[in-house]
């Protein structure tokens, strides 16, 4: 079955970039939404955007001047930039695929998730 | 801050029937459909229930969605001691192409 992993610096320092990967293992990356959110300490899930196989994408408005998700077919793998971070950037980081039709409205859920990877932003 | 409202807590006993409710607005949950995520301490979320109402293979017929205008609820019956955990509603704001949003989450506690 399909499975994810993020991967990436532990420990980012203030004002730097914030980058994570997440590859796709056991299934195809292409044809699919792929989606990154996040989880500070002791809080709920937030989403940070969406990226599609073909390169399309979709921020959330807050975090838009700082966040590009980008994709790599060839080596199966999607990745979150986030740049001057700050201490509020701290969270569990997760990336899923999102199952969704955008062009018909269909939202089938993020029905595969990575475990997670701790991101601190300190100095 | 979520725009999407859930209570901070829900419990019951062994067997009880627990229920979650997701308050929204006509622009997100009165527009598109909810989405409900678990998340079990320490783990990372699991999809429960999608379009409202539906359940992705595996998941037990113990939970079970509904939705009506710009509220959405999640029913646990048979309540058992796994189901400790978080639960989150999801959905867009206006359409796919514009905001997710997640719910406030909720700790449901079995006693």
């Known amino acids: 079955q399909v499975q994810l992993q993020e991967s990436g610096p532990g420990l980012v320092k203030p004002s730097e970039t914030l980058s994570l990967t997440c590859t796709v293992s056991g299934g195809p990356l292409t044809g699919y939404y792929w989606t990154w959110i996040r989880q500070p300490p002791g809080k709920g899930l937030a989403w940070i955007g969406y990226i599609f196989s073909s390169g399309i994408t979709n921020y959330h408005p807050s975090l838009k001047s700082r966040v590009t998700i980008s994709v790599d077919t060839s080596k199966n793998q999607f990745s979150l930039k986030l740049s001057s971070v700050t201490a509020a950037d701290t969270a569990v980081y997760y990336c899923?695929?999102?199952?969704?039709?955008?062009?018909?409205?269909?939202?089938?859920?993020?029905?595969?998730w990575g475990r997670g990877t701790t991101v601190t932003v300190s100095s | 801050q979520s725009v999407l409202t859930q209570p901070p807590s829900a419990s019951g006993t062994p067997g009880q029937r627990v229920t979650i409710s997701c308050s929204g607005s006509s622009s997100n949950i009165g527009s598109n459909s909810v989405n409900w995520y678990q998340q079990l301490p320490g783990t990372a979320p699991k999809l429960l229930i999608h379009t409202d109402n539906q359940r992705p293979s595996g998941v037990p017929d113990r939970f079970s969605g509904s939705k009506s205008g710009t509220s959405a609820s999640l029913a646990i019956s048979g309540l058992q001691s796994e189901d400790e955990a978080y639960y989150y509603c999801?959905?867009?704001?206006?359409?796919?192409?514009?905001?997710?949003?997640f719910g406030t989450g909720t700790k449901v506690t079995v006693l």
């Open positions: 899923a695929r999102l199952d969704i039709v955008v062009g018909e409205g269909q939202d089938y859920g993020m029905d595969v």
């Open positions: 999801a959905t867009w704001h206006d359409s796919l192409s514009g905001l997710h949003v």
